[in-house]
């Protein structure tokens, strides 16, 4: 597939006719070519974020043949104050790509990797057929709906959003589109996570009873800046306006901004969001309900802290209720992990490893009979086999936007310090107006969805 076919295929072949796959295309690996594709042959990505999980994704992607680099974006050039203190930024990453193919880029193989300040103007390069999503949780609707009109298939960091309206309007964006989204909750790509819930959507405890999401507590100070929480000048190469972008106006200080964002009410939503996109995801998964949600939220209750910068909750509990008589606890006080709990018995997994009532039920052997599901072993890599054949990845973004629902409600609820009762098809709070005003955000200026 050369040039101009190709990229007319990867940018309108994607989930045609409401998700029908169109006939696959055999990946290069699989036919066991030994020397990297020529760049006509490759997808060719750009990156919008490049801090943390930006920076690794670059890493991840540059060893896949299939992938041509082809441009990073970032407002931060680059500086200290990520995962440890680390160092990254815009220029860290072009440098790490134009490194790694320094070789090609001399023989006029490969184009160096061009750096931007703007995501808009990646997303203008007519020559980039995907894109990676990995901004702070305020900015990801934006750019994902822009990419999504403009063609791109994207893989994108969870929490898919900040808010459940931003995550229904980046959905309908994208399916709209027609392009592939991957979600970056990669515990579904893995072997156990996949067996547990199989075995619990074929009965092998019995009757679903309740699920336990175990999510940890407090807020690490990851990037090593927590005691910068006082205003300070605004670094030189950081464009921190634009790193506002939606949020409200406020003060730089560093403890605001890179990896400690996500314990600000503005950027995100603390560890309630940040594993709800993990733990919940994986709960809804073997529940059957990825493609709705619960009915009621109760008997929340968090722990914010007052007067502070980091005002995210740093203990939490609260209660999904499902239609089918299931209810979710998501707290911080359980063991960090998903416990399944039927009338026969029961499943706890996490990244760590898992744990059964009784080991035959973990021995189960299921076959082609019992209900399946999507099986994945590289989320990477899975996201590139979807956008060559067209299809619907691992962790398609409707059903993250459910998962990542149920946190946002609880969140709510915990600052609301009620119940509430939830239309899953409607999505939409029944009788209270305060909930239902929260489930979106202002957006300051010019900003829009």
Known sequence: MKSKNRRDFLKTGALLAGGLALPSIVPASALGRASRPAPSDRITLGFIGTGNMGTGHVRRFLGNEQVQIAAVCD??????????????????????VNFTHSKQIRSGKYSACEGYEDFRELLARDDIDAVVVSTPDHWHAIPVIAAARAGKHIYGEKPLSLTVKEGRAMSDAVKEAGVVFQTGSQQRSNERFRHACELVLNGRIGTLRTVRCGLPPGQPDFGE???????????????????????????????????????ILDYSGGQVTDWGGHHPDIAQWGMG????????????????????????????????????????????????????????????????????????????????????????????????????????????????????????????????????????????????????????????????L
Request: negative net charge; contains cysteine.
């Open 75 to 96: 407002v931060n050039r680059a500086s200290y104050g990520y995962w440890n203190g680390g160092y990254a930024g815009r220029e860290p990453a072009q440098q790490l």
């Open 225 to 263: 800046t927590g005691d910068r929480k006082e205003p300070e000048p605004v670094p030189e190469g950081f464009n921190y306006d634009l790193w506002l972008g939606p949020a409200p106006e406020a003060e730089y200080s560093p403890a605001r901004c890179h990896v400690n964002f996500r314990w």
């Open 289 to 448: 309900t990825a493609r709705t949600g619960p009915i009621a939220i109760r008997n929340a209750k968090g722990t914010f802290p007052e007067n502070d910068l980091w005002n995210t909750a740093t203990e939490y509990y609260f209660e999904a209720e499902y239609a089918n008589g299931v209810t979710m606890i998501v707290t911080s006080d359980e063991q960090r992990g998903v416990r399944f709990e039927g009338d026969d018995g029961w499943i706890f997994v996490s990244r760590g490893g898992h744990e059964v009532s009784d080991p035959a039920i973990w021995s189960t052997i299921l076959s082609d009979q019992d209900t399946r599901l999507y099986h994945s072993d590289n989320h990477h890599q899975d996201f590139i086999d979807s956008v060559i054949a067209g299809t619907e990845p691992i962790a398609p973004i409707e059903e993250a936007h459910r998962s990542i629902s149920i946190a946002h409600l609880g969140n709510i609820a915990m600052q609301l310090g009620r119940d509430l009762r939830w239309d899953p098809d409607r999505e939409v709070v029944l009788d209270d107006a305060s909930a239902n005003e929260m489930l979106g955000r202002p957006m300051r200026a010019p900003w829009t």
